[in-house]
Structures are given as structure tokens and as C-alpha cells.
């Protein structure tokens, strides 16, 4: 079975930082990109950016660029999200998810992670 | 980036009602979009694929259709379950992927 397995809930004080994880299992980790998507309390997704396990080929959303930090370890099959100042308003739902084909232009992502929940408050 | 815009924000619908979500692009995309269903507390599930395919198994109840500019998802027969909220997401540029803001469908 594919399946996305994040890390549990945060809870954080503004300027902290934080990194959050998504372990992928079922399939070739190196092989589909995975992307990260943001939903804030009560709204709809936005997406932040995605990464390519096999050559850590990152790309970011315009809005999110130089906001996060998007890495992989191919070695233990774990994409990651990661803050060096976390905001109050960074508070939200994060959902990692994993393209569902390898062909190129199909931008389209199943599966899903859970989400981490990051609450950011002092 | 290219805007997408669903409309209605919100549906009132009974049981056993068709229901029709659209979603218009800001410009052309040809048919690389697909549709999402997520209920309150879960991850969003890819129901429609390409504008129109169908992800496998999702209830046959859902289609997709369009091209270009505007696109629509159809519930044919409303059922207990397919109350959530649902969203489109343009996949032709990347990686500037955009959803739209959503749709509720709720009990009437």
C-alpha cells in the first residue's frame, strides 16, 4: 500500500524554529515528487512547493519562497518542511502528498499524508 | 499565477440531488486539472483526474468535464457521504500549482 506518514502536532513559540516530516512506504520514494500543501485554520489549500526525492530538485510557490525550506533524505524515505522563524500566522494544517504519476505533466497528487498540525502561539 | 475560481462557494442539496461545482481558469490549461474532495478533519482525496478521468475507486457518481478556461464536477446522485468540501487544482503550470478556494456541499 503507498502511504504518507507525518510527524505529529507542534506546538511552538514565534521565532522557534521547526521541522516537520513525511515518510513515504509502498512504492520507489526516489521516483515521484512530493509536494506540500498549507490549510489554514478554516480556509482552503494553498500549495508551498515540492521536491523530487531522487536529485532533491526543489521548486516553491512564489508566495512561499525564501519562507520554507523543503528538503529530503532519500536514505530513510522522509521528505521534510522546516521553519527558521516560526509566526503566529505560520499556525495552520500542513499536508504533504505525492504526485501520482511519474509522468511529467501530470500534476496531480494521491496519495495524501495526514498533516501536522503547527500551532504557533506565545 | 493562474487564478482558479469555483463557483458556488456554497450548496445546499438533498439527498439523491445532482450537483454541479464549476471551476474557471484564469487562462487556458487545456485539460490538466483535477478535482479534490476533503471532509471535515481528513487529507483532500483526488477524485477526477486530467478534467475528466476518474481516480480508481471513486463512486461513479463523479464526472468531470471541460477544457480550457472552464471545467465542472457533477454529483450525479447526491449521497450521505459526498458531503465535504471539494477543490480544483489547475496542474498545467508548475510549479505554480493553484487550487481554487473551494465548495461546500451541505445538507438541506
Known amino acids: 500500500e503507498v502511504q504518507l506518514v507525518q510527524s505529529g502536532a507542534e506546538v511552538k513559540k514565534p521565532g522557534e524554529s521547526l521541522k516537520i516530516s513525511c515518510k513515504g512506504s509502498?512504492?520507489?520514494?526516489?521516483?515521484?515528487?512530493i509536494g506540500w500543501v498549507r490549510q489554514m485554520p478554516g480556509k482552503g489549500l494553498e500549495w508551498m512547493g515540492i521536491?523530487?526525492?531522487?536529485?532533491?530538485?526543489?521548486r516553491y510557490s512564489p508566495s512561499f519562497q525564501g519562507q520554507v525550506t523543503i528538503s529530503a533524505d532519500k536514505s530513510i524515505s522522509t521528505a521534510y518542511l522546516q521553519w527558521s522563524s516560526l509566526k503566529a500566522s505560520d499556525t495552520a494544517m500542513y499536508y504533504c502528498?505525492?504526485?501520482?504519476?511519474?509522468?511529467?505533466?501530470?500534476?496531480?497528487?494521491?496519495?495524501w499524508g495526514q498533516g501536522t498540525l503547527v500551532t504557533v502561539s506565545s | 499565477d493562474i487564478q482558479m475560481t469555483q463557483s458556488p462557494s456554497s450548496v445546499s442539496a438533498s439527498v439523491g440531488d445532482r450537483v454541479t461545482i464549476t471551476c474557471r481558469a484564469s487562462?487556458?490549461?487545456?485539460?490538466?486539472l483535477a478535482w479534490y474532495q476533503q471532509k471535515p478533519g481528513k487529507a483532500p482525496k483526488l477524485l477526477i483526474y486530467?478534467?475528466?478521468s476518474l481516480q480508481s475507486g471513486v463512486p461513479s457518481r463523479f464526472s468531470g468535464s471541460g477544457s480550457g478556461t472552464d471545467f465542472t464536477l457533477t454529483i450525479s446522485s447526491l449521497q450521505p457521504e459526498d458531503f465535504a468540501t471539494y477543490y480544483c487544482?489547475?496542474?498545467?503550470?508548475?510549479?505554480?500549482?493553484?487550487f481554487g478556494g473551494g465548495t461546500k456541499v451541505e445538507i438541506k
Open positions: 502528498a505525492r504526485k501520482r504519476s511519474i509522468a511529467a505533466r501530470e500534476n496531480w497528487f494521491d496519495p
Open positions: 509502498g512504492y520507489s520514494f526516489t521516483s515521484y515528487w
Open positions: 521536491i523530487y526525492p531522487g536529485d532533491s530538485d526543489t
Open positions: 487562462q487556458g490549461i487545456s485539460s490538466w
Open positions: 486530467a478534467a475528466s
Open positions: 487544482q489547475q496542474a498545467n503550470s508548475f510549479p505554480g500549482l493553484t
